[in-house]
């Protein structure tokens, strides 16, 4: 599957609704053109504050549903513990692992600090040597 903007975009609200509770205002998204990097949460804390949240994804794999799922799932939980303010750091310490610990268990995900990219599927016409210096830098 590739990716798109509005499909993350539509993902993000439908998943916000089933696992958030809606909790979560809609951030940015973007797509990020990267091998190294599946996904990223960034955003600013202003006077105790979440501002300015964006997720990024990367558009240089054919994910499968359920990759998709948990690398968009993945950053949605560092976006609700910032959000929250539980987690400003985004780090993928004991709130993370608790929560990842909670969604594979009730929802049958596989929610993960860290992904093994030789599971993923490189989309075509994407240059072998863009891959080969992504993972050396």
């Known amino acids: 599957m590739k990716i798109s903007l509005n499909q993350v975009a539509c ?3 439908n998943y916000n609704e089933a696992y958030f509770d809606n909790c979560l205002p809609e ?3 973007e797509l990020i053109h990267s091998f190294r990097y599946f996904g990223y949460f ?3 804390i202003e006077d105790g504050t979440t501002v300015n949240p964006t997720i990024q994804i ?3 794999y054919d994910y499968t549903e359920k990759q998709f799922r948990n690398i968009l799932i993945h950053e949605m939980i560092h976006y ?3 959000y929250t303010g539980i987690d400003t750091n985004g780090s993928h310490g004991n709130e993370f692992n608790k929560m990842a610990r909670k969604f594979n268990k009730e929802y049958g995900m596989n929610i993960t600090e860290t992904i093994n990219m030789n599971e993923y599927k490189r989309l075509k016409g994407t ?3 863009k891959y080969a210096l992504a993972k050396l830098f």
């Open 42 to 44: 960034r955003s600013d």
């Open 27 to 29: 951030p940015e998204f």
């Open 11 to 13: 993902m993000f609200c």
């Open 80 to 82: 609700y513990l910032a």
């Open 58 to 60: 990367s558009d240089q």
């Open 127 to 129: 240059s072998a040597i």
